[in-house]
Structures are given as C-alpha cells and as structure tokens.
C-alpha cells in the first residue's frame, strides 16, 4: 500500500533579524538614504559606484571618496515581478526591478522602480527617487524609484537632510519556510511507533542495524533494505544528569537524566530520558524499556522515557563498544 | 602534472522527490557511480562533496550526506559549500599533490523543500540586495536585459536555444522538462519575467550526481577509455553586479583560456541556466559549430549544487563511451554567472 510521505513544516527564522554592523562605506550609504540622500564611492580608476564599497571591487585598493549621486538616473536593465512575495517585497503590489545608474555614477545600483505595469517600464527611462516617510537608514528608506516628474528630477528628500547621528547598524530579517520529508526508512519507523513497534534496518552485507534508519549503513554508504524490529528494552551506555530547568517544553523537572539506551537487537545507543528512579541511581549497564504514550502515533514522542526492568545490570562487555 | 581522468559518473534527478530524504537518493548514484569506475570503493584516497545548507534549511546538513559515502574505517574527506565543480577542482589538486591517487565527487541538493528562487537571495549582498529579495530568477533576468540590449540579441535567439535544449532533452532520461517545440512556439507564450519566458528558466530540480576521478595507471586500469583532463580552471567577479559587465562572461573568457579551451570541440555541456546564459557563455568561450547541451542542458533538469558536475560528466560519458573525442564543460555559480569553471576532457 502506498501511503503518503511524512512531511514537516520547518521555517528557519531568527527572531528579530540578523543586526549587521555596516562599516564606514555603508554608514555613509545608509546615513544618506536616512537623509534622503544617495551616496556612491569613487573607484581606483576614478569610476563612482552605488552603494559604496570599502574596497575596489577589482583591486581591493582602500577606497574613501564619498560622492553624492542622483537624485534622479537612467534604468540600463529591468525585469517584472508580476507576483510579489509576502513579508518579502516592500511595496506589496507588482513591480520592477531595475538596474538605475544615478546621475553622476558610472555603475548601476540594483533597486525598485514603482510603475502601473511592465509596458511603462523601458531602458533609458528616466528615473527618481520616491522617499519612504520614514526613514531609519535602510535600503527601503528609498522606496523605490518612479518615472521622473515632468520639467525634471524632483526626488529631493521631503525633510531634508538632518543632525542625527550616522547609522553604523541594520537589522535584517529572514525568515525561510521548507517542507521536510523523513524519507523512506525514517518513515517506516515512524509508522512503525503507531504499531508499538520499534522498527530499524541492516545493509544485506552487514549485521549491523541502525534505529532510527536513515537509508544507508553510514560505514559503507550501502542501502540499508532489510527491515528488522528491535525490542523496546536496552541498556545505558552513558548518561548524564541534567540540572539545568527550562531547556526544553518536552523536558521534565530537573534533575532528569539523558541516556544514550543500546536497545536490544540494535547496534546504535539511541538518545531517551530516564525516569522512575533518582537521578543520581542511574547508571552504565543498566536495563531499562520504554514507557509508550497511550495512543502512539508516527512521532518520536510516542516514546515518553525509558525506566529501569529492575533486571540485574548487563556486564560490561555486551556494551562496550558502545560506551 | 599528473594526467586524472574521469573513469565513472552517475546522475540521478526528480521534480520533487517527496519520498527520499537526501541519503537515500545519493546512495544509489555513489555505488553506481563507484562501481562504473571499477575501482573498489576502499581504494579510493579521497571524498569530497558539494551542496548548500540553505536548500534543507538546517546547518550543517552536508554532513549527513557522508552516510551515503559511507566514513568507516575514517576517510580522508572534505566539502565545498558549493556546486560540485569545485569539489572536482579540489580533488583534482589533491591527485596533483601526489598524496592520493583517486577521488570520489558528489554533489547533491534538494531544491524542492523550499521556495529555492527566494532561498537563493540568501548568498546575494545582505546589505543592499538581499533585503529586496530579488529571486535567483530575478537576477538573470536582469543580466538577460541588459544581454539583449548591448548585444542586439532578441527574444528570438533566446526561443532558440530553449527549443533546441527542450527538444534535446527528449533524449535525455533524466531530464524534467522536454518536449518538441518550435522557437516560433515558445514566442507565442507569455513572458513571466521580462524579458524572460517559463522557458528560458530551469525547472526547479531534486538530484545529486557522483564521480570517480584517478590519475594515470589506476585510471588505465579502471577504465578502457578514461575521460582525461586536459585542463580546469575556474575563475571568480566581484559580488556587485553593478561592478562587472552582464553582457559578457569575462571569468567564463579567462578561465577557458588557462584551461587551454581552444581549437575544435566534438561536444560542449555549459551550466546555463537559463536561456541568454548559453548565448554568453558561446560568446566567451568562443563556441563556434560544437554540439551544444546534448543533454538538453540545466534547462532541462538544474539539480542545483550537482549541475555543473553533471555537465562535465556529460562529457565524459561521451567520450568513454566514444561518442566523442573531444569535449569542453563549463560549470558556474553565484548570481548572474559570477564564478566560472572550465573543464576540457579528451580521450586518447
């Protein structure tokens, strides 16, 4: 029977944003742009590029010559957003994006032009500036570039430039959103935990068998196709004790202990929590099974934690290669 | 210089493969990969791969690729976060040194996890681009209009290199999209993103593919006929686009010559992704009358991180299997062909 892949959501997010500090070239780019203002740089061949580098971009030469640009400029290429991209794309409506060289650089600056639709954009259009009214020093400060007013370029900033101090850092959020599948022999196991079964896997040229399966047998990169079920009891190959709270919504009260179980028929410790005993009585050999949620399902969590068989303990030599 | 040869390649691609996670789809290309070269699987010195952390959304998820190689006993191993060109170029420099005598490549990403267009802005400036999220396509689009513009070049000479490469790609197992088309066709669909058309754009690919590179005897004794490089070379643009000229590849140029990209080639498999890209990539390289993208190209299957070592086992398939004497493969990176390799193979 064919069943549907397991699928997970996963964003990769940094709460906040990543702050950058800029350094001096686009503290002078972002200053400006908070300003109203756009600033380029004077390469080592006398050639002005927008946004500053600190450095040539072909020799790496120091560079430190500040020449302010624009307002308005020329578009020397341009591509169409029909759709644009939530959270992502500042305007919120269709645009374009454009390569703008600003009057008096020699290099073009990619940016947004504003316009009604594709057919109003074309090369050698003139451009200018449309300031964001609130302006923190930001490459959005610019919010985009317009088609240029009749009688000329108009895009002075609204309120000028101002006394505040220069910009030296930018927070810049990212967030990323991914679908992630367990793949074929993650999901058998998986599906194995809503049976109350713990299902691993061996390479045919080998016997040793991996939970949870991961498709190869990592010593020789070889399909791992044979299915094999291991018990649910095993034994502590190490631990340790955790005394610090709040580590996780999962983690019980401290102290608990963290144990890599060797379970049996198994070849790889895998990571469980011990409970129903003191902590600090946990130790190396000690048999212990897992305590099952009460309605398992294809989630890891379908393990609560392990606790001790009450077993005499497994000698040293049936583990330790594992400790 | 030690004379390295390619002596085995495997491929594997999906449009999205929701089944497989990343080791289950390497897995099979290495040992296939491994077992064409006839080389035994311990024998070889060295493994190196290529991918990008970006495309599963985890650090350091490279390293689970390393359970398809298999790392027991330890191996001598390493990684580049790049296409798996540059993997081939660093294995390569380690058969030069002398301290090994065979590698394995592979490269691998699963593009499909994610929206890859929006992920790729990640490796753009953070400072002045990223923040405006231009996509991956957005960037070649703007490299294709500024092409056009100074080169003189139309939307017609774009519908011609994607008909040809779609049409290509019917012969091509692992390709995603194919089909027989006329560039007259294609001209009649709307442009997505000007003055580009869903045609001239790589479909978004899953794949990996493997390699076995070993230099001199062992290449003799692994294959009747190794694909031999004659020369590799790879070169780098400044990250501001502003800062280089979009209408020609001068890295593409430069890197072609230390490689001793000259005289008559019986096939060429260039990493263009998109549709103006080939035009560029011919112009700098000088491609005049070869077989180009029999494949069909990345235009029909772009398995990001793998593609570029796709194109130069293209070749090499071709030419162990004697279907050419002399080929020419190109890979690239980075926005709006930043960074270009070029690899000239030939058998003997």
Not at chain 2, 16 to 26: A, G, L
Not at chain 2, 126 to 139: C, E, K, Q, R
Not at chain 2, 181 to 202: F, G, K, M, Y
Request: glycine fraction near 10%; charge should be negative.
């Amino acid at each position: 029977m064919t069943q549907a892949p397991l699928i997970e959501r996963h964003a990769l997010e940094y709460p906040g944003g990543y702050t950058r500090s800029v350094g001096p070239a686009l503290s002078k780019f972002f200053t400006g742009l908070r300003d109203g203002r756009i600033f380029g740089v004077k390469l080592g061949d006398g050639r002005v590029m927008v946004p500053p580098t600190e450095y040539d971009p072909d020799t790496a030469e120091e560079l430190g010559e500040y020449v302010e640009v624009g307002p308005g400029g020329t578009v020397k290429a341009w591509t169409w957003v029909a759709e644009p991209r939530l959270g992502k794309h500042h305007l919120g409506k269709p645009f374009a994006f454009a390569l703008v060289l600003p009057d008096g650089a020699d290099l073009p600056m990619l940016h947004v032009v504003d316009v009604a639709g594709p057919e109003a954009m074309s090369i050698g259009m003139r451009v200018e500036p449309r300031w964001s009214s609130e302006r923190v020093g930001y490459i959005t400060d610019l919010d985009a570039f317009v088609p240029e007013s009749a009688g000329g370029t108009s895009g002075a900033a609204p309120n000028g430039s101002s006394d505040a101090e220069a910009v030296t850092g930018i927070v810049t959020p990212i967030r990323l959103e991914y679908e992630v599948n367990a793949g074929r022999a993650a999901s058998k196991y998986l599906r194995g935990l809503a049976d109350h079964k713990i299902l691993g896997q061996r390479a045919k040229d080998s016997q040793d068998v991996y939970v949870p399966p991961r498709g190869s047998d990592p010593k020789t990169g070889h399909p791992t196709e044979v299915e094999v079920e291991v018990s649910d009891t095993g034994t502590i190959t190490t631990f340790c004790v955790v005394n610090l709270p709040g580590l996780s919504d999962l983690a019980p009260e401290v102290p608990y202990v963290c144990a890599q179980i060797l379970l049996d028929g198994s070849n790889t410790p895998w990571f469980g929590l011990v409970q129903g005993i003191d902590a600090y009585e946990v130790r190396l050999g000690m048999r212990v099974k897992a305590v099952w949620v009460d309605q398992p399902s294809a989630d890891a969590r379908s393990i609560k934690w392990f606790e001790p068989t009450g077993d005499p303990d497994a000698p040293y030599d049936s583990y330790k290669e594992y400790a | 210089m030690r004379d390295v040869a390619v002596v085995g390649f495997a491929q594997s691609t999906a449009r999205k493969d929701r089944e497989r996670n990343e080791v289950e789809f390497i897995s099979p290309v290495v040992q296939v990969a491994v077992e064409r070269s006839g080389i035994a699987k311990a024998d070889i010195g060295f493994t190196i791969s290529g991918s990008c952390d970006y495309l599963s959304g985890g650090p350091f998820t490279f390293v689970q690729g390393l359970d398809a190689a298999g790392a027991w006993p330890p191996i001598r191993e390493s990684h580049v976060e790049m296409d798996a060109a540059w993997a081939l170029y660093e294995a390569w420099v380690a058969i030069q040194t002398g301290e090994v005598d065979s590698a394995l490549i592979y490269g691998f990403g699963k593009s499909s996890l994610g929206d890859v267009h929006e992920i790729m802005t990640l490796q753009y400036d953070p400072y002045t681009v990223a923040p405006l999220w231009p996509s991956m396509v957005d960037m070649a689009a703007l490299q294709a209009s500024v092409f056009l513009d100074a080169s003189g070049r139309t939307e017609r000479d774009l519908a011609e290199v994607a008909a040809r490469c779609r049409k290509a790609g019917l012969g091509n197992e692992f390709a995603i999209e194919s089909e027989d088309v006329s560039p007259e066709a294609l001209l009649e669909r709307p442009v997505t993103h000007a003055p580009l058309r869903d045609s001239d754009i790589p479909p978004v690919t899953d794949g990996a593919s493997a390699m076995v590179i070993a230099a001199d005897d062992v290449a003799r004794r692994a294959s009747s006929r190794p694909a031999w490089i004659r020369g590799i070379d790879h070169r780098i643009e400044p990250q501001h686009i502003g800062a280089r000229d979009l209408a020609a590849s001068v890295s593409t140029r430069k890197a072609g010559e230390r490689a001793g990209a000259n005289g008559s080639f019986d096939v060429a498999e260039l990493h263009s992704a998109f549709s103006h890209e080939e035009l560029i990539l011919r112009d700098a390289l000088g491609i005049n009358g070869t077989d180009v993208n029999p494949s069909g190209g990345p235009l029909v299957a772009n398995a990001l991180m793998s593609a570029g070592l796709t194109r130069i086992g293209e070749v090499a398939t071709r030419i162990s299997e004697g279907r050419a004497d002399r080929g020419l493969a190109h890979a690239t990176q980075g926005p709006c062909l930043q960074q270009n390799l070029v690899c000239v193979l030939e058998g003997e």
